[in-house]
Protein backbone atom coordinates (compact mmCIF):
# COMPACT_ATOMS: atom_id res chain seq x y z
CA UNK A 1 0.00 0.00 0.00
CA UNK A 2 0.74 3.43 -0.54
CA UNK A 3 3.13 4.87 2.45
CA UNK A 4 4.45 8.60 3.16
CA UNK A 5 6.99 8.96 5.92
CA UNK A 6 7.94 12.85 6.87
CA UNK A 7 10.92 13.32 8.84
CA UNK A 8 13.41 16.43 9.75
CA UNK A 9 11.24 18.36 11.33
CA UNK A 10 11.95 20.38 15.05
CA UNK A 11 12.60 23.81 16.63
CA UNK A 12 14.25 26.31 15.28
CA UNK A 13 15.26 30.06 15.92
CA UNK A 14 13.41 32.67 13.62
CA UNK A 15 16.17 32.75 10.32
CA UNK A 16 17.31 29.15 10.90
CA UNK A 17 17.08 26.09 8.42
CA UNK A 18 15.67 22.91 8.38
CA UNK A 19 15.72 20.03 5.84
CA UNK A 20 12.32 17.56 5.89
CA UNK A 21 12.07 14.16 3.82
CA UNK A 22 9.81 12.40 2.88
CA UNK A 23 10.14 8.18 2.19
CA UNK A 24 7.68 6.95 -0.36
CA UNK A 25 6.88 3.54 -0.72
CA UNK A 26 3.91 1.26 -2.56
CA UNK A 27 4.00 3.49 -6.00
CA UNK A 28 6.23 4.35 -8.80
CA UNK A 29 7.64 7.48 -7.19
CA UNK A 30 8.92 8.75 -10.44
CA UNK A 31 6.40 8.85 -12.75
CA UNK A 32 4.06 11.11 -9.91
CA UNK A 33 3.84 14.45 -9.58
CA UNK A 34 4.31 15.15 -5.52
CA UNK A 35 3.75 17.90 -3.39
CA UNK A 36 4.51 19.60 0.63
CA UNK A 37 1.47 20.38 2.34
CA UNK A 38 1.52 22.35 5.92
CA UNK A 39 -0.88 23.32 8.31
CA UNK A 40 -1.03 25.56 11.15
CA UNK A 41 -3.05 25.35 14.22
CA UNK A 42 -6.41 26.97 13.70
CA UNK A 43 -5.98 26.77 9.75
CA UNK A 44 -7.03 24.60 6.65
CA UNK A 45 -4.33 22.77 5.09
CA UNK A 46 -2.26 24.38 2.57
CA UNK A 47 0.08 24.08 -0.56
CA UNK A 48 3.67 25.07 0.68
CA UNK A 49 5.39 23.41 -2.97
CA UNK A 50 4.67 21.10 -5.76
CA UNK A 51 7.07 19.78 -8.34
CA UNK A 52 6.68 17.07 -11.29
CA UNK A 53 8.07 13.81 -11.65
CA UNK A 54 11.52 14.97 -13.66
CA UNK A 55 11.89 17.26 -11.20
CA UNK A 56 10.47 20.69 -12.93
CA UNK A 57 8.77 23.04 -10.16
CA UNK A 58 5.10 23.37 -10.85
CA UNK A 59 3.94 25.73 -7.49
CA UNK A 60 5.59 27.17 -4.82
CA UNK A 61 3.32 29.42 -2.35
CA UNK A 62 3.77 33.15 -1.87
CA UNK A 63 4.53 32.91 1.11
CA UNK A 64 7.40 30.67 1.03
CA UNK A 65 8.89 31.71 -2.52
CA UNK A 66 12.41 32.20 -2.09
CA UNK A 67 13.10 30.39 0.81
CA UNK A 68 12.00 27.01 0.45
CA UNK A 69 13.47 24.79 -2.23
CA UNK A 70 11.36 21.35 -3.31
CA UNK A 71 13.53 18.64 -4.71
CA UNK A 72 13.60 14.89 -5.22
CA UNK A 73 15.79 11.95 -5.66
CA UNK A 74 13.87 9.46 -8.22
CA UNK A 75 16.09 6.73 -7.35
CA UNK A 76 15.87 6.76 -3.44
CA UNK A 77 11.94 7.24 -3.24
CA UNK A 78 12.14 10.28 -1.50
CA UNK A 79 10.75 14.13 -2.02
CA UNK A 80 12.36 16.79 0.10
CA UNK A 81 11.66 20.61 1.36
CA UNK A 82 14.58 22.62 2.31
CA UNK A 83 13.39 25.43 3.93
CA UNK A 84 15.39 28.36 5.25
CA UNK A 85 15.37 31.73 6.59
CA UNK A 86 12.22 30.34 8.69
CA UNK A 87 9.53 32.40 10.21
CA UNK A 88 7.33 31.87 13.27
CA UNK A 89 4.62 31.97 10.52
CA UNK A 90 6.18 28.79 9.23
CA UNK A 91 4.70 26.98 12.31
CA UNK A 92 3.14 24.06 11.15
CA UNK A 93 2.81 20.16 10.50
CA UNK A 94 4.77 19.55 7.23
CA UNK A 95 2.99 16.84 4.63
CA UNK A 96 3.92 14.99 1.24
CA UNK A 97 1.56 13.89 -1.03
CA UNK A 98 1.27 11.88 -4.04
CA UNK A 99 -0.98 13.41 -6.91
CA UNK A 100 -4.04 10.88 -7.75
CA UNK A 101 -3.75 8.98 -4.32
CA UNK A 102 -6.00 10.15 -1.23
CA UNK A 103 -3.21 8.82 1.38
CA UNK A 104 -1.34 11.30 4.00
CA UNK A 105 1.57 10.46 5.97
CA UNK A 106 1.87 11.04 9.63
CA UNK A 107 3.26 14.77 9.20
CA UNK A 108 6.19 16.29 10.75
CA UNK A 109 5.82 19.28 13.31
CA UNK A 110 7.80 22.41 12.11
CA UNK A 111 8.05 25.07 15.52
CA UNK A 112 9.59 28.03 14.81
CA UNK A 113 10.26 30.15 17.63
CA UNK A 114 12.62 31.64 19.80
Known amino acids: QVQLVESGGGLVQPGGSLRLSCACSGFTFSVYTMSWYRQAPGKERELAAR????????NIADSVKGRFTISRDNGKNTLYLQMNSLKPDDTAVYYC???????WGQGTQVTVST
Open 51 to 58: IGPAGEII
Open 97 to 103: KASGYPV
